[in-house]
């Protein structure tokens, strides 16, 4: 007779929660002749039946909630295992390809991150909270919609979704103020109370959002647009950042991603109707952005200290196993550099500063 080990464990183990033995005589023919003394059978009961006889209560799990429009119904209602989706998996290339299928590498990295399943669940959670506040953003936001009114939109559905904590313990909650960079402003504005911009038809607006789960930070932005000459542009720097996030990984040089990101960037023109009243259009190159980029993420820190350029560079500097970023990439029809100018939207605690006298 075979038997199936694995099937027979998970039988005891069930019984031994149930805690449903019963023992019972029985005769045995010994010799063809004679009863021997009545040996004990073990006669087990079903959890089901243990149930049904009120000995052993019955665990209810909550159904799953569904989410509402607007987006207001936290993420471990609709996620009551405490799994949450995986994003898209991209496999190492070229030389680091081995890493794929390498059972020790992959150990090197499960040993960087302490408890890895918390780990990436945190950051799953984070994801999917950014994922469906920003798909409810994408088919919300039109022109006429003022700039407060935007960030609010999108700050109340992270905050209902990632369920933030408000004890003071940082155990949830937005990561960093949301970004709505108008035209030529590339990144970190954000409207202050008495902001009264107007979203128009013929604006680009980039829309940088942040979540966090025990300090880890998901950082990802998207581009609204309603100027269609102004699609290539857009597809510049989407096709950008996933080159950028497919050469990422463990051991792969900062700089080298950089030169693939500026390759497929800057591949892109954009032309553009003329407005000031003259005939025709003018086409531009789409340029990388060569003083911003993107960066690694640690624990309750949105920059932990290295960067990834988006053009190319010497940079030698090394992704590592334990280590989390930020792929971003900046495309422009301009002269791709940006000054620092305007008002003061985003304010951080600096990290290497104890007790700073207030005055």
Known sequence: MVSDPTKDQAVDETVD????????????????????????????????????EGRVKEEVKPEPATQSEPPRVGLTK????????????????????????????????????????????????????????????????????????????????TRALVEEDTSGKLQSGIGFPTGLSLNHCAAHYTPNSNDTIVLKESDIMKVDIGVHVKGKICDSAFTVHWDRNYDPLIQAVKEATNTGVREAGIDVRVGDIGAAIQEVMESYEVTVPHTDG??????????????????????????????????????????EEGEYFAIETFGSTGRGRVVESGEVSHYALNPGIENPPLR
């Open 278 to 319: 003259r005939v025709g259009s003018t086409t531009y190159p789409v340029k990388a952005i060569g003083n911003l980029t993107g960066h690694n993420i640690v624990p309750y820190r949105i920059h932990g200290g290295k960067s990834v350029p988006i053009v190319k560079s010497r940079d030698q500097d090394k992704m």
């Open 78 to 157: 609709i996620f009551v295992d405490g799994v949450f989706p995986e994003g898209e998996i991209c496999k190492y290339l070229n030389d680091n390809a081995y890493r794929t299928t390498s059972a020790e590498k992959k150990e090197l990295e499960r040993l960087a991150n302490e408890n890895p399943e918390e780990t990436y669940q945190n950051i799953r959670r984070a994801a999917e909270v950014h994922r469906q506040v920003r798909q409810y953003a994408q088919k919300t936001i039109r022109p006429g919609m003022s700039m407060i009114e935007i960030a609010n939109l999108i700050e109340d559905g």
């Open 17 to 52: 929660k149930v805690d449903d033995v019963e023992e019972e005589g029985e005769d045995v023919p010994k010799d063809g002749n004679e009863a021997s003394k009545p040996k004990k059978k073990r006669k087990r009961k079903t959890k089901a039946r243990a149930i049904a």
